[in-house]
């Protein structure tokens, strides 16, 4: 039996039975689906998944609670994940024709000559708790309007997000096309194991990602993994202090720090570092920690006890090695008999000999460093096993650039962080994994090249 406890009281919210037996007949029907839904042309597909996607967003208000009561992110906030969905799903499919078009290569009258971008098959999707609807659609939308159908994993966290979307799909698709299962870990390298499987989307832990990878050695296949990050940002002297600061407090603590391009450490040039860190305090404490399901909530609990514990003893393991703390806990009045109520927190006088700043948190506290100069900067924010996003505050584009073509990251930014562009590849280097997801590059990795070499006459 798997159990779903809610954060805000951390008691049991949902129950459901794992899918163990299902595998083999849910695969079988994914297999038979696929072949007829890759016969579709791509416009057809389209058109049926943008009424996938108009009925999904239909039930908002139910999805957006639900949402809340399975990883405690403020109820305020539940609207903006299914505005990224929307975001994301409409500009995939609105490049889908395009990009999966045959590529003419024709040279001569008597031949025709063309790449066909094919369908893999099947393609299985394990999707994490943190956005359960943002990480899904990032996979799901371009695998099946590429012609390929899906199986998707939610986490035992969030198993009323994978039955939202079935029942989407039941009203919306043909049979088959979409289907979800709730597996326990095991379960779940059994599916990414099997031979017809054609394509595996992991975002979750590094070494559950080392374990994905491992199940497919007795098969070719790609596979898109996002695992671990620990996202720096770099304040340099000429920024915009309060719009620097204001951006990075929300990327710092938005969903409690629970992001996979979350900011967990600040460079900040010695210029400007008093006055920032004075500011960063100041819009900290504009924070209200409490339960999610209250409109004026803007910071609910960590997913988890198991993972407040963790963070604490992280930060805690800090401050033993002279970190200090920015801020003050008694500002906050929280439900302090749950342990994963934690205020947002920054450490200061921090430095890389502590596993605060060089080991992924995913929680709601940053560590700020005081730097001399860009150079330093740049090996601090390089000194780290991940690399999915990092970004720069100055006003200066050449310098901005400079310094992204410097920093080992998947995505750079200048002037924001915690975003994702669907038109941009989203994809990371070192322990962050390997792939892409989203960009017309999707597509690319979704699809296999099938080349034609066709002669009129003999």
């Known amino acids: 039996m798997q159990k779903t406890i809610t954060p805000i009281d951390n008691t049991v919210y949902v129950e459901r039975e794992y899918h163990s037996d299902k595998i083999e007949q849910t695969i079988d029907n994914s297999i038979k689906a696929q072949r007829e839904w890759a016969n579709l042309n791509v416009n057809e597909r389209v058109k049926l998944l943008k009424n996938f996607v108009d009925d999904f967003l239909s039930r908002g208000d139910v999805i957006c609670e639900e949402l809340s009561r399975q990883i405690g992110r403020p109820i305020s906030q539940a609207p903006g994940e299914l505005k990224g969905f929307k975001e994301r799903a409409d500009y995939m499919l609105s490049i889908a024709e395009n990009k999966l078009a045959n590529i003419d290569v024709t040279k001569d009258s008597n ?8 369908a893999l098959g099947v393609v299985f999707v394990i999707a994490p708790w943190n956005y359960p609807y943002l990480v899904a659609v990032n996979s799901i939308i371009p695998a099946m309007a590429a012609g390929n159908t899906v199986i998707l994993k939610h986490s035992a966290q969030t198993p009323l997000c994978a039955e939202q979307l079935y029942q989407s799909a039941k009203k919306t698709l043909p049979k088959d096309v979409f289907n979800y299962l709730h597996l326990n870990h095991e379960d779940g390298l059994k599916v990414v194991s099997d031979k017809r499987i054609n394509f595996v989307s992991f975002t979750g832990s590094v070494k559950a990602g080392y374990d994905v ?16 990050g620990k996202d720096p940002a770099y304040a340099r002297y000429d920024c915009d202090l309060d719009k620097t600061v204001e951006n ?36 900290t404490y504009n924070y209200k920690l409490g339960n999610p399901l209250e409109k004026e909530t803007n910071l609910g609990p960590v997913v988890k006890l198991s993972a407040a514990e963790f963070i604490s003893n992280q930060m805690n393991d800090a401050i033993n090695k002279g970190a ?33 700043m060089t080991e992924e948190t995913f929680g709601p506290c940053v560590g700020i460093m005081k730097v001399k100069d860009e150079s330093e900067a740049i090996k601090l924010m390089n000194d780290s096993p991940y690399g999915l996003t990092a970004s720069i505050w100055t006003k200066d584009l050449e310098v901005a650039e400079k310094i ?32 892409c997801s989203l960009s017309e590059i999707a597509y690319e990795k979704l699809t296999a090249p099938k080349s034609f070499h066709l002669r009129k006459e003999q």
């Open 111 to 118: 031949f025709k000559s063309y790449i066909k971008r094919r």
């Open 213 to 228: 990878q491992r199940a497919t050695h007795t098969k070719f296949i790609d596979m898109a993994l996002e695992l671990g």
């Open 248 to 283: 990075l407090v929300d990327g710092s603590f938005f969903n409690s720090g629970q992001s996979c391009c979350g900011i967990e450490r600040i460079y900040v040039d010695e210029k400007i570092y008093n006055n920032f860190i004075e500011l960063f305090a100041s819009k």
């Open 324 to 356: 200090k703390k920015l801020i003050d806990e008694n500002k906050f009045d929280f439900p302090k008999e749950h342990k994963n109520y934690m205020i947002p927190q920054a450490l200061t006088n921090v430095n890389h000999d502590m596993g605060f």
């Open 404 to 435: 992204g073509n410097q920093v080992q990251t998947g995505t750079f930014y200048m002037n924001r962080c915690d975003y994702l562009d669907p038109a941009l590849s989203w994809t990371g280097v070192k322990e962050t994994g390997k792939g």
